[in-house]
């Protein structure tokens, strides 16, 4: 058997080396292979969702478009004709209320035209 390859008593973990996979001292409990094991998964993933950060796919929303593009509700068959478009346009306006800063929020003024337009 070679040194470069871990004994066929102990099964393969793919997320340890191979100076890690010699065998478990007598001390160490099964919790604690199986807590080093979820440590060792939990900081490989941590890593790969940082990597990935990514914009938000509404990111680039301004108020003033999204309050143009809402006019669709006035007129009931472009509703019915365009449900897809309409439920975009309710989606940037929640999104907007909700995840954007104050100044890009809608005033009272828009959040009742908005309303009734629906």
Do not use: W
Request: with cysteine; aromatic share 8%; net charge negative.
């Amino acid at each position: 058997m070679t040194e470069n390859f871990p004994s066929h008593r102990h099964a393969y973990n793919p997320y340890t080396s191979v100076a890690d996979a010699a065998a478990p001292s007598s001390s160490m409990s099964l919790m604690d292979l199986l807590a080093k094991d979820f440590q060792v998964v939990s900081d490989k993933f941590k890593m790969e969702d940082e990597d990935m950060i990514s914009p938000s796919p509404f990111s680039h929303l301004e108020k003033a478009k999204i309050l143009q593009d809402a006019r669709i509700f006035h007129d009931s068959i472009q509703v019915r004709e365009n449900p897809r478009k309409c439920c975009t346009v309710m989606t940037q306006i929640l999104h907007l209320q909700h995840a954007s800063d104050s100044h890009q929020r809608l005033n009272t003024n828009e959040a009742t035209e908005v309303f009734f337009g629906v």
